[in-house]
């Protein structure tokens, strides 16, 4: 069932794609809504970080009307007070696609301006040519846990599940799956990610974060959400001297999202992989 917060989001309704500009389309999502259940309020909040989206459909006509066409990332900080609602962002994003602008540089003004007015924060806008190398992709990092012959049943986000490895020893170290999967909160749609956990700290057990990460698979919530329980989680377990949670989801509709939670202010978030 949709919570009464988002009955009037653009998600799974029909709605009508408009090809002129209109910032008017973007909606923003108070993120204080899914962090009051994690116990987050206020401004106090227990992580840096920020919400990488790279839009894969951007378009728009130069002065002589000529299609000119972007990939853009644009980096939310996770302290803005709003999230913008996926499908607005679309929306968006395709209103720009009949209308001339006069260079690429006040396109990126443009963008930036209206996404920090919807989520009230300074916005980051880049834009890039479809050939450029800053979009190739790469392996992840680190130990992927997904080979692990573990058992489990469980399918609803569950903290008890995780747990240290025996002694527990101090180690740093990246683990990730590729076996996160999430549920719109709205449309019940599902959305797969990678998620990668860095930390310093006592050893985590892997099969236990590998059963937790699993746990997420009928969950509903937004991506950003998610990245923020699972740091909440882990770092409730044990305390990490650094941790940094991220999730690079797949994209829809032109759109992926890639939350980046950390205890380190300056963490980087991971390069592009293969099914980014």
């Not at 001339?100 to 040519?129: H, K, M, N, T």
């Not at 996160?180 to 990678?194: E, H, I, K, M, Y």
């Amino acid at each position: 069932m949709n919570r009464e917060d988002w009955q009037n989001l653009p998600l799974g309704k029909e709605t009508r794609y408009e090809s002129a500009y209109n910032p008017q389309l973007l909606h923003p999502i108070p993120r204080a809504v899914s962090r009051a259940h994690l116990g987050i309020s206020g401004d106090t909040q227990p992580f840096f970080g920020r919400d990488d989206w790279w839009g894969f459909e951007l378009s728009w006509l130069n002065p002589k009307g000529l299609p000119q066409v972007a990939v853009a990332r644009f980096g939310f900080p996770a302290s803005s007070p709003h999230m913008v609602e996926s499908k607005s962002f679309k929306l968006y994003l395709n209103s720009l696609n009949q209308t001339q602008f006069d260079s690429w540089p006040v396109v990126r003004e443009i963008l930036a301006r209206d996404l920090g007015a919807a989520a009230g924060a300074p916005v980051a806008v880049e834009l890039y040519p479809v050939e450029d190398p800053v979009l190739d992709v790469a392996k992840p990092a680190g130990v992927c846990l997904d080979q692990l012959d573990i058992e489990t049943r469980q399918y609803q986000p569950d903290s008890a599940l995780l747990k240290l490895a025996d002694g527990a020893a101090t180690v740093s170290e990246t683990l990730y799956s590729h076996l996160l999967r999430s549920n719109c909160p709205v449309t019940g749609q599902p959305d797969w990610a990678t998620v990668c956990v860095t930390y310093t700290g006592p050893a985590l057990d892997r099969e236990a974060l590998l059963a937790y990460i699993v746990s997420f698979r009928e969950h509903q919530d937004f991506h950003e959400h998610c990245v923020e329980r699972i740091f909440c989680d882990l770092q409730q377990l044990a305390g990490f001297e650094s941790l940094t949670v991220s999730a690079r989801y797949t994209r829809r509709g032109g759109l992926d999202i890639n939350p980046l939670r950390s205890t380190e202010e300056a963490a980087a978030p991971p390069p592009r992989f293969a099914r980014q």
